[in-house]
């Protein structure tokens, strides 16, 4: 499962235009960066606030598509697409998928940087 | 290389996405940094000069389509060439952000062959754009510089209202005539410089050099509130110039220079004349005429400055003037009612 969470094709190239090294401080901006991603898109549809809640998606697919991570990238980006739903459940279900997701992706982005 | 050394500015909210692009940059040669919204990037190319600008388009604060129009409003910013860096999808948004200027589009994630074919020959039409501009700075004034770059060129005029003035220097065919010539040439240069100085500085445009005779138009192509009190002061400037270069001719045992000076005042049509290879700003109509007479005029009247009565309307009340009545110019279907304007006072 892990394995599939990230397309090793895409990470291989990143690492060879941007550098292996270099690939290791942007995963490790990732894992800064993805929680308050996740978090933010949480507040959104707290507040529901729609505009708030596509660009949180939206910054979340554009860094998944970064890393290779098809999976998550490919859930953010319909939640990025529909936008806001009009049940709350539903949204609440999306997202917590999106953690798994989240979760499986960056264990794998962990393996493959850290060796 | 063109592009070598090249300052680029990434504006991306997505830490990822700024650092990733701002690496793709370096490795290509360029220097980066980055700005992670739209008001940071303006308030930095505020600061400092960029080559080339990579924006995002969704970021909160200021959007990359707000930090677009707010480029197009600014003259010094408005030629800064951006490329849209986005994963927003959908064509709607690239055909927005071209109409408003960006020079390129390229979808995220940002491929890096691309980006560098991208940022080569948007760098490339900078750099030759840069040597236009330039090109356009030697040969024109900055003024028909700048209205040209905001309207671009056409041949064709519009009615304004303005002054222009027309100046030369008396008896200068004799002097020619008694001075080697490369003495001539320097005398001309450093009574240009001086003339130049005194014209721009009160806003005016030379927009014609023959020898030594020069003409210069206040309130076009740029509109000027005063243009009239501004020739005025202007020309007493250059007067005053022309007397102390006299005073450094007299050390040397050179003769002193006299300048006559005509300003009219009113409606001209101005714009760019010629043919579409070789044209030149400028005005023409009958208060055009009118300033080249009163210009001439000055040798018969004995006064170095000579305005007509619409100039004397647009001056503040305390100029002194002496009233010459009404004059026949040549070239005038009716008499113009000339004014001296006494060369010793500040306006």
Redesign the interface.
């Known amino acids: 499962m892990m394995q599939d969470a990230i397309d090793l094709a895409v990470f291989r190239q990143l690492q060879d235009t941007a550098g292996a090294d270099f690939v290791v401080e942007l995963v490790d901006t990732f894992f800064e960066e993805a929680p308050g991603m996740l978090a933010e898109l949480r507040e959104a549809r707290a507040a529901a606030d729609g505009e708030r809640f596509r660009r949180a998606a939206h910054s979340l697919k554009s860094n998944s598509m970064t890393f290779g991570a098809t999976t998550l990238g490919k859930m953010a980006r319909e939640l990025e697409l529909k936008g806001m739903d009009a049940d709350r459940e539903r949204d609440a279900t999306a997202i917590a998928a999106l953690d798994v997701a989240y979760a499986d992706a960056a264990a794998a982005l962990r393996e493959l940087t850290r060796g | 290389m063109a592009e070598a050394g090249a300052r680029l500015l990434v504006v991306d ?5 700024r ?2 692009l701002i ?2 940059l370096e ?1 290509q040669g360029h220097r980066a940094v980055g700005a992670e919204n739209g008001r940071v990037a303006l308030e930095m190319l505020e600061r400092e000069p960029f080559d080339l600008m990579l924006l995002d388009i ?1 970021m ?1 604060e200021m959007d990359g389509f707000q930090v677009l129009e707010r480029l197009l409003g600014n003259p010094r910013l408005r030629d800064l060439p951006v490329i849209v860096t986005s ?3 959908g064509l709607a948004s690239v055909v927005r952000c071209i109409e408003l200027g960006a020079e390129d589009y390229l979808h ?2 940002v491929n ?1 062959v691309l980006l560098k074919a991208r940022v080569g020959s948007s760098l490339e039409k900078k750099r030759l754009r840069d040597a236009q501009k330039e090109l356009v700075r030697r040969f024109a004034t900055p003024e028909v510089a700048q209205d040209l770059q905001q309207s671009g060129f056409a041949l064709g005029g519009k009615h304004v209202r303005a002054s222009v003035m027309f100046a030369d220097i008396r008896g200068f065919t004799a002097m020619c005539e008694s001075q080697p010539p490369d003495e001539t040439i320097e005398l001309l240069n450093t009574y240009y410089t001086l003339m130049f100085d005194a014209i721009s500085g009160h806003r005016g445009v030379v927009n014609q050099m023959i020898g030594d005779g020069l003409m210069a138009v206040f309130g076009a192509p740029l509109p000027l509130p005063d243009a009239a009190a501004s020739a005025v002061r202007a020309a007493l400037d250059m007067t005053e110039m022309v007397e102390l270069l006299s005073v450094e001719r007299a050390a040397e045992r050179k003769p002193p220079i006299r300048v006559g000076i005509g300003i009219a005042t009113g409606d001209m049509v101005a714009g760019y004349t010629g043919t579409q290879q070789r044209a030149t700003y400028t005005c023409v109509g009958n208060t055009v005429n009118v300033a080249a007479r009163l210009e001439a005029h000055t040798k018969e009247a004995q006064r170095a400055i000579l305005i007509d009565g619409q100039t004397l309307a647009a001056l503040p009340p305390d100029v002194q003037v002496e009233v010459l009545g009404a004059v026949t110019l040549k070239g005038v279907s009716a008499p113009v009612d000339v004014f001296a304007v006494d060369c010793g006072q500040k306006l």
């Open positions: 909210d997505n830490k990822v996405n650092l990733l690496r793709a490795l969704t909160p994963a927003v999808e995220k994630p890096p």
